[in-house]
């Protein structure tokens, strides 16, 4: 039987963090991860140079149910204090945009970071470990296919479904059910949207281009770039929109965005009252893609030439394009899973379970998804750290 003061099921970004910090105050804190090695999802993440943070996170960068839920553990541990810790490993970074910061070499630099912090505090991390049951008749028991595990304290931290060739299990909200929570339907988030039967016919030939767009979807907007791909839209306007968007709604996409367009179009009428429509369109977009939007409209016109009817279209095609997917790529490409285990029923001081004491979530398992651009690293170390202060 290995005991413990608190053991922590997942070995990502959440799990490690927390047993770091439980660790230093003095508790015995034993990780338990399926995989045969910890933070794979670490590894990959902002394409192999991880978004470890965004020095503007905010509550309103991330999505749930309960909106005001992430406020305690993100004030209580902020994009700063992380820095500290990259500092202190004296790992070089950089600002992409917006506050995102990303390793300027690798992101096996974070994971290394988080060994050598666990090896310092004292943490036993066990890999390759396959958990059969939990249960609690007073303190927690952990059955794995070859051993026992004892603790009065446990904190789920196994991620959610997204990823599954790195690991990904319903784990967490199986464990969730057993001990009476309620889990917010999960979906796909953070994820390419793909065409319509039609819109592929049309726009699958545009894989490959990308181009600066505003998206709009349920009153949430982001001004990014857009990319097409042979199965629908992606890029990271298009990701962040995903997470906004519900089976059946309508995407807005203003391929203008930086233009106002009034004065655009007077402007152009009569500077270039006899250029055309498609040459018009190929001083704001690569040529494959004004070819495809010039068909598209069927304006074969000068632009002097155009009418009421006719500027209303190429308005509304430019500025107001509604693209209707189909779906999601799903988990296989999702960097987020949205719902989770719901809010209410934890503390959002200690991330503690309501209803069981001694049971904890954290990171991606729980109802609260950031945006794309480092905040959902950040929620995970924000809420280990709250619940590694608590157990
Ligand atoms: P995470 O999924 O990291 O860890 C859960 C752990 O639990 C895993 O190690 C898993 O193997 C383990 N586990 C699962 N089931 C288990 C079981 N039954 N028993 C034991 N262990 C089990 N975010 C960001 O802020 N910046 C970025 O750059 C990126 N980039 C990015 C790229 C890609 C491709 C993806 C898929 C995701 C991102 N993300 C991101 C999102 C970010 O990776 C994610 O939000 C965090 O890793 C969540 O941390 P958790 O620790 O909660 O889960």
Redesign the pocket.
């Given at each position: 039987m290995n005991k413990a003061d608190v053991i922590i099921?997942?070995?990502?970004?959440?799990?490690l963090f927390c047993a770091i910090t439980a660790a230093k105050r003095g508790k015995k804190a034993i990780v338990?991860?399926?995989?045969e090695r910890?933070?794979?999802?670490?590894l990959?993440?902002?394409g192999g140079r991880?978004?470890?943070t965004n020095t503007g996170a905010t509550p309103k960068n991330y999505l749930s149910q309960n909106p005001s839920f992430c406020i305690s553990a993100l004030s209580r541990f902020t994009p700063a204090n992380f820095l500290e810790l990259i500092h202190k490993h004296h790992i070089d970074y950089f600002e992409k945009k917006d506050g995102q910061l990303f390793c300027q070499t690798s992101s096996k630099l974070i994971v290394e970071m988080l060994e050598n912090e666990c090896h310092d505090a004292g943490v036993t991390v066990m890999t390759g470990?396959e958990?059969n049951t939990i249960t609690k008749p007073d303190s927690f028991f952990i059955k794995t296919k070859n051993e026992y595990f004892k603790a009065d304290k446990i904190v789920i931290?196994?991620?959610?479904l997204?990823?599954k060739k790195?690991?990904?299990?319903p784990?967490?909200y199986i464990v969730a059910k057993d001990f009476g929570h309620t889990l917010i339907p999960s979906r796909a988030g953070l994820v390419p949207l793909t065409w319509n039967q039609s819109d592929f016919k049309k726009y699958t030939a545009l894989a490959g281009i990308s181009t600066p767009v505003r998206g709009t979807v349920n009153k949430q907007s982001f001004e990014e770039s857009l990319l097409f791909t042979h199965k629908g839209l992606s890029g990271p306007a298009l990701l962040q929109i995903s997470s906004y968007w519900n089976e059946g709604d309508t995407v807005e996409i203003d391929f203008l965005p930086q233009e106002k367009w009034d004065t655009l179009i007077t402007q152009a009428r009569t500077a270039h009252a006899r250029q055309t429509v498609k040459n018009w369109l190929k001083s704001f977009f690569p040529e494959r893609l004004a070819e495809v939007f010039n068909n598209e409209l069927a304006l074969s016109k000068n632009l002097a030439d155009l009418n009421k009817a006719d500027m209303e279209k190429l308005q509304n095609f430019l500025t107001r394009f509604p693209f209707k997917p189909m779906g999601t790529e799903g988990y296989t490409t999702a960097?987020?899973t949205l719902g989770g285990v719901d809010t209410t029923e934890l503390s959002s001081k200690t991330m503690e379970s309501l209803k069981t004491s001694g049971l904890y979530f954290?990171?991606?398992?729980v109802d609260v998804t950031?945006w794309l651009g480092?905040?959902?690293?950040?929620w995970?170390w924000a809420s280990g750290f709250a619940a590694g202060n608590a157990v």
């Open positions: 099921v997942g070995g990502g970004a959440a799990g338990l991860e399926h995989n910890i933070g794979k999802k670490i990959i993440s902002g991880c978004n470890f470990i958990i931290a196994c991620g959610g997204s990823l790195l690991g990904a299990t784990f967490g960097e987020v954290i990171g991606e398992v950031g480092g905040y959902n690293f950040q995970a």
